[in-house]
């Protein structure tokens, strides 16, 4: 079975720290996502990222940036974190080609103070 | 208007019946349409594609309306296990992004 691994399952940081969200599969996809996902406003796409070193905005990549040194592994990074930033994040990932199958991790909750 | 919007519920339906709902997307360039369920507190997985032609699994059904611009999701002897968040998702026209709506809860009663 595909693994989408996010290393925290629950985070809590200050106004303006830095933070580095995580994100792992196993399975060599080329395609890696994060979303957020707000109640009543649904999973957002923030960025994406279709290979190595690359990167692509999403719908609401204002105030995060994403690094992708490695095929197994997507970074999604708050620079100076605010508290609009409290939400459920969610990494996926895919085999690629466009409309294929998401495999979600677990979500990190994030709540910012 | 939302790209993709589905009533959020709740729908609140008995063991054994049957239950449908709809999602609408507006634009007309979209390519592909799947319905997704997530439980509570857990992430969304796939549960189905939805064809052209329509496409039917066990207890599930899916169609596609391109003249109306919308998917549907009809389940049939529903069970408790059904109960979830069901989420329409639209793979956009030209740029390969999917567009998720904002799910529609449905809690299956004993």
């Known amino acids: 079975d595909v693994k989408v691994t996010q290393s925290s399952r629950y985070l809590v940081k200050r106004t303006g720290e830095k933070v580095f969200l995580e994100c792992v599969q196993d399975?060599?996809?080329?395609?890696m996502f994060w979303y957020r996902q707000d109640p009543g406003l649904g999973l957002r796409l923030i960025y994406f990222s279709y290979d190595v070193k690359m990167k692509e905005k999403g719908d609401i990549p204002e105030g995060y940036s994403v690094s992708r040194e490695k095929k197994e592994r997507f970074s999604l990074i708050l620079e100076s974190a605010s508290t609009n930033q409290t939400s459920m994040y969610l990494c996926?990932?895919?085999f690629g080609g466009g409309g294929e199958k998401l495999f979600f991790g677990s979500g990190t909750q994030l709540s910012v103070l | 208007r939302k790209e993709v919007e589905q009533d959020p519920g709740p729908f609140n339906v008995p063991e054994g019946a049957t239950v449908a709902f709809n999602c609408t997307y507006s634009n007309s360039a979209s390519q592909s349409f799947f319905w997704y369920r997530q439980d509570c507190r857990k992430e969304p997985k796939l549960l189905m594609s939805v064809y052209s032609s329509g496409n039917e699994d066990g207890r599930f059904t899916a169609q596609l309306n391109r003249a109306s611009q919308y998917i549907s999701l009809l389940i049939r002897d529903s069970k408790l296990s059904d109960s979830a968040t069901y989420l329409c998702v639209v793979l956009r026209g030209g740029n390969e992004k999917l567009t998720f709506g904002t799910g529609t809860r449905l809690t299956i009663i004993p």
């Open positions: 399975m060599d996809h080329e395609n």
């Open positions: 996926a990932s895919s």
